[in-house]
């Protein structure tokens, strides 16, 4: 009788870990959820959340957005330097992508619509770190999972 409350116990306990490990990749930042890179950790106030990880910190943004030629020149003016911007499509998002330089700082900021929802998420690395590549860049896996939550 034992064994067999400990078998059923234990199954439980898996099972409760599994469905665990399935919700805990997704998260919800305003009206939308994605898939988040496994390792990093996470904050959030409103409709902007933060992850960050050894390697990079992300910022992500769901909300009303300026022109992306008006956000280009406030950030000039703060002191960035532009060093490349380029508009491109992705699985059938049309994405404005702005690099900068500040204090030895890379940031790549990517303003997308997706689900008739506006999206900023910036990348920041170090000026000696490479833009990662598609499959390894978390902003691509984040945009690839973006949906309307609900």
Request: proline letters at 2%; aromatic letters at 14%; hydrophobic letters at 35%.
């Given at each position: 009788?034992?064994?067999?409350?400990?078998?059923?116990?234990?199954?439980?306990?898996?099972?409760?870990?599994?469905?665990?490990?399935?919700?805990?990749?997704?998260?919800?930042?305003?009206?939308?959820?994605?898939?988040?890179?496994?390792g990093?950790?996470?904050?959030?106030?409103?409709?902007?959340?933060?992850?960050?990880?050894?390697?990079?910190?992300?910022?992500?943004?769901?909300?009303p957005?300026?022109?992306?030629?008006?956000?280009?020149?406030?950030r000039?003016?703060?002191?960035?330097?532009?060093?490349?911007?380029?508009?491109?499509?992705?699985?059938?998002?049309?994405?404005n992508?702005?690099?900068?330089?500040?204090?030895?700082?890379?940031?790549?900021?990517?303003?997308?619509?997706?689900?008739?929802?506006?999206?900023?998420?910036?990348?920041?690395?170090?000026?000696?770190?490479?833009?990662?590549?598609?499959?390894?860049?978390?902003?691509?896996?984040?945009?690839?999972?973006?949906?309307?939550?609900?």
């Open positions: 009788m034992n064994y067999k409350s400990f078998f059923i116990l234990g199954l439980l306990l898996v099972t409760l870990c599994s469905i665990s490990a399935i919700y805990a990749d997704t998260y919800v930042v305003g009206n939308s959820s994605f898939s988040l890179p496994d990093y950790t996470l904050s959030e106030k409103d409709n902007q959340v933060v992850l960050y990880n050894d390697e990079y910190l992300l910022t992500m943004y769901e909300g957005v300026l022109s992306t030629e008006e956000a280009k020149n406030n000039i003016d703060m002191g960035y330097t532009l060093i490349g911007e380029r508009d491109y499509d992705f699985d059938g998002v049309s994405i992508q702005q690099n900068y330089n500040n204090n030895g700082i890379n940031t790549c900021v990517y303003t997308f619509e997706k689900n008739n929802q506006t999206y900023i998420i910036t990348l920041n690395l170090f000026e000696n770190q490479d833009i990662p590549e598609y499959g390894d860049n978390p902003v691509t896996q984040i945009i690839d999972t973006l949906e309307i939550a609900g």
